[in-house]
């Protein structure tokens, strides 16, 4: 209830924003801007993290762990974020990825055997709009959507980290949830019924409304979240251009967030690059080192042919999940705190067995698994290479001859070569890419 107050006095505040004001508050977005683009600039690069804007406004994030005060300056020159207007291209943006031809190809047995286009799970009721898009990308960055107005999508899911948090666990509006963030990228590649690292969620039109009511990270009920949208303006063109008409309901706003999440496709790594120029995986790539080319030989090649083995359970060209199911990847010997996907199907067989995560941007999604226990690929390969545990469930793919867990026992080389490898999956035209930034800050 005393929600419900707030929700109208912020909407009093809102509606008399004078022209002026928005002119106001574009001019101090554009400072803002430079100032970002300055200090971009400063360093001489354009790494992803320059480019990368807290989202929770100090003053305005209600109590959190932020060390700025109120009163003091911010980085969002005081404009709260829940009380600023989106700046959209006047043209949407044009959401179509043309994918490139290793996607339409069944790849080596090593690789599985699936084309990665074969795992789309776009629900062909619901194809990717540029419209539609546009309104996902805005409600996807809303911090209006959440209980104190501080949390939207985008905290969590930061398009610098591929879409993924930087931090172990994610602070939302009531504590930290209970699992390390997911990638979104190459979402739409997921197959069906294979979303959350507990498989819980059916299908991506289905996610996408589950944060909003879940109570630590949104908070708020779906016909909450339609009021709110309903009582900000600037959603009434959006949804006009997306459905024909100015109508808000919760069906529209998960359509529209589900056709912005499915847009978020990355195929611009260095490894794309190099498979086009060849006509197998297995093939060296020209535009890779000679590292590098040894560190994909490692992950493709099983390990009883001398390899890592990666590729088994991180298939396809699109290093995501085969059609293998969730499985356990050894990271301990008993599951205690997180049952995995036994906690949705309570098959015994899924005790421990999670999603086996897309090593898409693999370098900018740190920490690392469910629970975010490694902070480094360096921690990673260790686990692979000397740590993985014998638990009941342990995929047969990590299983040596003996039965035991198995030990790779790498050299020092060769793990550097497999990060060198995976390092080549980072794809930072999607880091950057200005149609998925968060229309509520100007860079
Ligand atoms: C407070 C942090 C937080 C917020 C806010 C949040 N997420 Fe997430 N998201 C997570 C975490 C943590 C997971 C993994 C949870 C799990 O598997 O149990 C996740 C998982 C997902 C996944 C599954 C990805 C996959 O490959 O299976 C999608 C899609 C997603 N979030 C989209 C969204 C959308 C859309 C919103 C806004 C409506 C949102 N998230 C808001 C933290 C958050
Ligand atoms: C038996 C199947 C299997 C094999 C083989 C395998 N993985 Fe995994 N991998 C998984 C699963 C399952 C997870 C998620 C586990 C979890 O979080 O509980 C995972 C998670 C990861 C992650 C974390 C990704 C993230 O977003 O948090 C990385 C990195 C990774 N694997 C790299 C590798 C590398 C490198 C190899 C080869 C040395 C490898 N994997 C071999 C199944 C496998």
Not at 118 to 142: C, H, I, K, P
């Amino acid at each position: 209830m005393a929600e419900a107050k707030t929700g109208e006095t912020t909407t009093t505040i809102d509606s008399t924003v004078s022209t002026g004001g928005v002119f106001l508050l574009v001019a101090l977005l554009m400072l803002l801007g430079q100032a970002c683009a300055a200090s971009g600039s400063s360093d001489g690069n354009t790494s992803p993290s320059s480019v990368s804007v807290p989202l929770i406004d100090a003053a305005n994030a209600g109590p959190s762990p932020s060390t700025s005060t109120p009163t003091g300056p911010t980085t969002t020159a005081g404009v709260p974020f829940h009380q600023r207007v989106p700046v959209l291209p006047e043209v949407p943006f044009s959401y179509d990825t043309e994918l490139p031809d290793h996607f339409f190809s069944a790849v080596s047995e090593e690789m599985g055997r699936l084309a990665v286009v074969q795992f789309d799970s776009t629900d062909l009721e619901n194809r990717v709009t540029d419209a539609g898009a546009a309104l996902g990308r805005v409600l996807f960055y809303d911090v209006n959507f959440s209980r104190g107005r501080s949390v939207a999508c985008g905290s969590c899911h930061l398009q610098s980290s591929s879409f993924t948090d930087s931090t172990q666990f994610s602070l939302g509006v009531n504590g930290f949830t209970r699992r390390n963030s997911m990638s979104l990228a190459n979402a739409a590649f997921n197959l069906d019924g294979r979303f959350f690292w507990d498989e819980r969620a059916a299908i991506l039109e289905d996610q996408v409304l589950m944060p909003f009511a879940d109570p630590i990270e949104m908070g708020l009920s779906v016909d909450e979240v339609v009021q709110r949208a309903e009582s900000k303006s600037y959603y009434r063109p959006l949804f006009e251009a997306a459905f024909g008409d100015d109508h808000v309901n919760a069906d529209r706003i998960r359509r529209a967030l589900a056709q912005f999440v499915r847009a978020m496709v990355s195929v611009n790594s260095r490894y794309d690059e190099g498979r086009a120029q060849v006509e197998s995986a297995v093939e060296p790539f020209p535009n890779f080192t000679d590292e590098e080319n040894r560190g994909k030989e490692l992950f493709i090649t099983s390990q009883s042919d001398g390899g890592a083995g990666c590729a088994a359970c991180h298939t396809s060209e699109a290093q995501l999940l085969g059609t293998t199911g969730p499985l356990n990847n050894g990271l301990d010997a008993l599951s205690v705190n997180d049952l995995g996907v036994f906690e949705t199907t309570g098959d015994a067989h899924h005790l421990g067995a999670f999603r086996v995560p897309s090593l898409r941007n693999v370098e900018v999604t740190a920490p690392y698994m469910h629970d975010g226990r490694f902070r480094t690929l360096d921690e990673v390969i260790d686990h692979y290479d000397e740590g993985v545990q014998p638990h009941q469930n342990l995929s047969g793919f990590l299983l040596g001859d003996t039965g035991r867990p198995v030990r790779l026992g790498l050299s020092d080389e060769d793990r550097a070569a497999l990060i060198a490898h995976l390092e080549t999956l980072t794809d930072p035209t999607f880091l950057t890419d200005e149609r998925f930034r968060n229309p509520f800050v100007q860079n």
